[in-house]
């Protein structure tokens, strides 16, 4: 049923002309600057550094084009689900044993290909709280990182766009709170359900208080319940590499992207001032070695699990664990690859009956090969969209008794606990039974389990050691508790009674030692890992780099994607790490302009 991913090398040649397959036909191997990844951040930072003409800047990427990949480009969930591992276009990493998932090993994706996450994430814009920023400030005692300094570059990055069916999108989004001229298309459900939202609607009218209306949630005050928005414009994704790697951008002359190139560690280390630095980055072609230096800056954009592991193997992390793999180590810092987290999620399905729902084409090969047609014809139709059409954000109860032991982990009374994804179909992938469903995906955004990546191996190509500390603290699970019972008082509500049939899975008759199980045994991550390489103030002795998002103790070089974050956003992590590469690549910019 599904259409394959399609990869057109010939557009590849044609459309970018400034993407190279080898490192032969570089014109050099000395830039002003080198940046490791071309992810969701690393084509910001080469974007905005190239637009000075007398900036020579090379971007080395692992991983395969975007360029022609049918799957990275259709919205809709089940073509993003086919770049995922065992795949070209994924890492294809795993966790260690989760203690808090009873053990379980599990997937974790990140993207192998130009874009990085940004080509094959689920596309949701959500920027977290102004609440979450101003803590970042504070933390880092840089009041750059501040909400009220950092909304400029939120609208910097966007470009709102009207959704793919141009319906009249007022009363769903505050146009004062978004930009218009940046590179990143963002929009709201380009397919409409109609039974489905308004019911949703309705349920904001007969549940006020516990989900209000909000009319837009990236205003940085997001609880209550609102439109989806979405990095899609026109029907289509918009990604790093589709914008900020777009045909008028990767002509420049001094700009040049290296694919299949796999970053091994930092080389020549230098210490003539008194303060380390590297001359330059060794990286892999196949079975061919090279090395690329940087005259200015090399700027580490690998993302939160591949940052870590290229300083571990140049000898910078935590001596204990270099010495006992016998990397030389150059720089004891011990913060590196610590204090990871992510925010765990599981899902929940109710049957109702009616049939304007994802089902449409997800169980009905015709109908399916119709959207299909349709999206090729005119990028407008069911495929438009990745799946949910509404978000609530919700804090718990402040009277719970999981208060009575744990601090409130939120940045603040504004900041949300959970998220509750509401969608016109089956949440999650577990259930394949024919019928018509609407459901919850419920996450819990602000989790105190903490956790790490690191290295047990001096071959910088062994796949690093991922633990994300899932669920090791009875906060979270107290919460994914509450998440559940959330999304079953929203498909409780009046409007509801007349079409739920029922719930695909009985939560209401186990006992809460039996819900901890199935919670344990069926959640997982939400792939927003952050704080491998945190932001601290210049003066903390913890840490990997200053507010400047400098590595500590070493000169010329920066780290600049969702690893410097050192608390997860109550959000979904991708607006973030895109705000992170705009003021990071202002820094850099200010610093040799």
Not at 5 to 30: F, H, I, N
Not at 233 to 256: D, K, Q, V
Not at 265 to 292: C, E, H, I, Y
Not at 548 to 568: W, Y
Request: overall charge negative; hydrophobic content about 40%; charged content about 15%.
């Amino acid at each position: 049923m599904l259409t394959r991913v399609l990869v057109m090398a010939g557009c590849v040649a044609a459309c970018l002309c400034k993407v190279y397959d080898s490192a032969s036909d570089l014109p050099s191997l000395s830039f002003d600057f080198v940046i490791v990844g071309g992810g969701t951040a690393g084509n910001v930072v080469a974007n905005r550094l190239t637009e000075n003409p007398d900036f020579s800047v090379l971007v080395l990427e692992a991983g395969v084009s975007n360029e022609g990949v049918l799957d990275s480009m259709i919205p809709f969930w089940k073509f993003g689900g086919n770049l995922l591992g065992p795949t070209i276009y994924d890492w294809n990493y795993t966790t260690t044993p989760q203690a808090g998932l009873n053990d379980r090993v599990l997937d974790y994706s990140r993207a192998h290909m130009l874009g990085g996450c940004s080509s094959h994430n689920g596309m949701f814009y959500t920027r977290g709280t102004q609440d979450d920023f101003d803590r970042y400030a504070k933390l880092t005692g840089d009041p750059g990182w501040s909400w009220d300094a950092i909304l400029p570059y939120f609208m910097k990055n966007e470009k709102w766009v009207p959704p793919a069916d141009h319906h009249d999108t007022r009363g769903q989004f505050d146009p004062s709170v978004h930009g218009t001229a940046g590179f990143i298309q963002t929009s709201i459900s380009g397919f409409q359900y109609p039974i489905f939202q308004s019911k949703v609607l309705q349920t904001t009218k007969e549940l006020p208080d516990v989900f209000p209306f909000n009319l837009d949630m990236n205003s940085g005050k997001p609880l209550g319940l609102g439109w989806l928005q979405y990095t899609i414009g026109h029907g289509r994704r918009s990604s790093s590499a589709t914008s900020y790697l777009a045909p008028e951008f990767i002509r420049r002359e001094n700009l040049h992207v290296l694919l299949h190139a796999q970053v091994a560690k930092l080389v020549d280390p230098r210490n003539a001032t008194g303060t380390l630095s590297f001359g330059g980055v060794q990286f892999l072609q196949g079975t061919s070695q090279f090395t690329a230096t940087a005259s200015k800056e090399i700027v580490l954009s690998a993302g939160t699990v591949g940052t870590p592991n290229i300083l571990m193997h140049s000898g910078v992390g935590d001596q204990g664990i270099l010495n006992a793999l016998g990397i030389p180590t150059l720089l004891h810092l011990p913060s590196v690859g610590q204090n990871v987290s992510d925010q765990p999620a599981f899902a929940a399905s109710w049957a109702v009956n009616f049939n304007q729902t994802m089902e449409l084409v997800t169980q009905n090969t015709t109908r399916f090969n119709e959207a299909f047609a349709e999206w090729n014809r005119s990028h407008t139709g069911p495929l438009v969209d990745f799946s949910p059409t509404y978000v609530a954000w919700l804090r718990l109860d402040a009277d719970s008794p999981i208060f009575e032991n744990h601090t409130d982990p939120s940045a603040g009374l504004d900041t949300p606990h959970i998220e509750l994804a509401i969608t016109p179909g089956v949440a999650g992938f577990g259930v394949s039974e024919p019928g018509h469903f609407v459901g919850a995906g419920m996450a819990l955004v602000t989790p105190i389990s903490r956790g790490s990546v690191t290295i047990n191996s001096s071959d910088p190509l062994a796949p690093p050691l991922i633990d994300i500390g899932m669920l090791t603290s009875d906060f979270d699970l107290f919460a994914l508790r509450e998440a559940l019972k959330r999304a079953q008082q929203f498909f409780e509500a009046p409007v509801w009674r007349d079409s739920i049939i029922g719930p695909v899975q009985d939560f209401e008759n186990i006992t809460s030692d039996a819900l901890d199980e199935i919670i344990r045994n069926t959640a997982g991550p939400s792939l927003h890992l952050v704080g491998s390489a945190g932001m601290s103030a210049r003066d903390a002795p913890y840490g990997v780099v200053d507010p400047d998002l400098r590595v500590k103790g070493v000169e010329g070089l920066r780290i600049v994607d969702a690893s410097v974050l050192p608390l997860v956003p109550s959000a979904h992590t991708q607006a973030a790490t895109y705000v992170v590469a705009e003021r990071g690549a202002d820094l850099i910019k200010q610093r040799w302009e």
